[in-house]
């Protein structure tokens, strides 16, 4: 049987959400964890593409440890460079589309307002250059049917994220110092998906031309922003959560200071973009409850 969808990375927090929604929608979809496939071995990701046949193939593989990348760039830039372009070269010999998940650190994160999806890039972090380098690789082999899907601040009920900390911190600590000077949009892996999933089949029906897409929320705060409204939505005080600013949680790998990304390219696929992220953050807040309870039990 051809299988429809092969999604990589399939056991990360997003994975796992885009295979969710597209076995509740009855696609045939196969998804691989870094156990089954390491996008790094060329001919692993050629025999994987041959045997499953897909006809979009979704790359949620990715370094994803920002900090790690500053010492081990050559090391991460194997999985967020060369996986990519391993991927795209096996989509060609097939006639695949490929959808790469990408990031807001390609960027330098000094804008001043929702940077479009063809601002200029200028990653100051091994992390953000390793994953503009999977960009391109995709974009120069699969000109009309590779497609990079930049996001950011993701959460989601399937991994760790800054959502799931705060829940956890409210319940211990009487007060939680937060960043108040960076900004961005917080996403929800179950919005991410479903627009990855659109995408994809408006990729196969023609009705989305490849290229650069930006999937995240609507609106933007500050993670001091955030975490103010988990404690509200849990119904604790907000005003347990106090500001500080990055310089008092110092890290290998510079943190964008502004992270708000344009949607403006969802129109020529004929797709809304995300919904505002306090409405999404309300409807997630019970799953990744109920999440935490399960992790607990």
Known sequence: MTTTWLITGAAG???????????????????????SLDITDAAMVHDAVDA????????????????DAEAREADALRVNGDGPRHLAEAC?????????????????????????????????SAYGRTKLAGERAVLAALPEAG????????????????????????????TVDVVDDQRGQPTWTVDLADR???LGRA???GGAPAGVYHGTSGGDTTWFGLAREVFRLLGADPG???PT???????????????????????????????PWREALREALPALLEEKKGSAR
Do not use: K
């Open 245 to 275: 600013s990055s310089a008092s949680f110092p890290r290998p790998a510079p943190r964008p200071a502004y992270s708000v990304l344009g949607h403006a390219g969802w129109r020529r696929a004929g797709i809304e973009p995300i919904r």
């Open 13 to 35: 927090m997003l994975g796992q959400d885009v295979l969710a929604r597209l076995r509740r929608d009855g696609e045939t979809a196969t998804g691989l964890d870094r156990g």
């Open 92 to 124: 060609v010999r097939t006639g695949a589309r490929l959808i790469q998940v990408s990031t807001d650190y390609v960027f330098a994160g000094d804008a001043t307002g929702p940077c479009a999806e063809d601002a200029a890039t200028a990653p100051r």
């Open 52 to 67: 499953h046949r897909p006809r979009v193939v979704v790359n949620c593989a990715a370094w994803t440890a920002v900090d």
């Open 240 to 242: 347990r959560v106090r």
């Open 196 to 198: 990855l999933v659109r």
């Open 147 to 174: 497609y990079v899907l930049r996001t950011a601040w993701l959460y989601g009920a399937g991994g760790g994220n800054f959502v799931d900390t705060m829940i956890g911190l409210e319940s211990v600590r009487d």
């Open 203 to 205: 990729a196969l029906t």
